[in-house]
Each structure stands twice: as structure tokens, then as C-alpha cells.
């Protein structure tokens, strides 16, 4: 069993920047990507970015790329999200997921418990 535990976010004003924190607990043996989603209000939940196992491929979705950058350090277990030039549209809450590499949230099989990101204009 993964249990993924994150820390950070919070309320930060526009362009500003906040960073996100993934620790994993256990490793399956299928562990390959760890990556991050978002849900706003009344929104479906989104890719924002992903990483390979090895940590030499990122993935990012259009909305937030060139501002958000992901990495891991797997001698900690951990995987991070930093968020520069952080925008209101930005806002939700955050999720990190463990599972096979995928943009689709559907087919990651650990969730952490989501913290919240709030961008003021």
C-alpha cells in the first residue's frame, strides 16, 4: 500500500509563487510516474504535470507550462511542485498520484490528500 502525504500551498497573490510537496510511503513494484492534478470549483479534476520514475522526463500541461516545473527526489520518496508566476485561474486543490505513467487521472492508483491553492488578483 502508497500512501502519499503532501504539504504546502496556501493563499499567494498573483504572480507570486508557492512550492508542493509529495512524501510516498511504500513502493509498489508497478510505481513508475508520479505526477500532479488540480480541481477548481465545479471543475473536472486536470493534468497539470508529470514525472517518470528516473525523473528524466516532465510532462506539463499547456496552462501551466514555462511556470510550473515538477520534480522527485526518489532517495526521499518524494516528488515536488514548484509554481511560479502563479496566476487566479490557477486556483484549486492540488493532488499528488502514483501510478503508471498517464495523463488521465483514472489510471493512478494513489492519491495524496490535496491541498489547497488559492491565487488573489
Known amino acids: 500500500q502508497v500512501q502519499l502525504v503532501e504539504s504546502g500551498g496556501g493563499l499567494v497573490q498573483a504572480g507570486g509563487s508557492l512550492g508542493l510537496s509529495c512524501a510516498a510511503s511504500?513502493?509498489?513494484?508497478?510505481?513508475?510516474?508520479m505526477a500532479w492534478f488540480r480541481q477548481a470549483p465545479g471543475k473536472e479534476r486536470e493534468f497539470v504535470a508529470a514525472?517518470?520514475?528516473?525523473?528524466?522526463?516532465?510532462f506539463y500541461a499547456e496552462s501551466v507550462k514555462g511556470r510550473f516545473t515538477i520534480s522527485r527526489d526518489n532517495a526521499k520518496n518524494a516528488v515536488y511542485l514548484q509554481m511560479n508566476s502563479l496566476k487566479p485561474e490557477d486556483t484549486a486543490v492540488y493532488y499528488c498520484?502514483?501510478?503508471?505513467?498517464?495523463?488521465?487521472?483514472?489510471?493512478?492508483?494513489?492519491w495524496g490528500q490535496g491541498p489547497q491553492v488559492t491565487v488573489s488578483s
Open positions: 498520484a502514483a501510478g503508471p505513467m498517464s495523463r488521465r487521472s483514472d489510471l493512478y492508483n494513489y
Open positions: 511504500g513502493r509498489p513494484r508497478y510505481l513508475t510516474a
Open positions: 514525472i517518470t520514475s528516473g525523473g528524466s522526463n516532465t
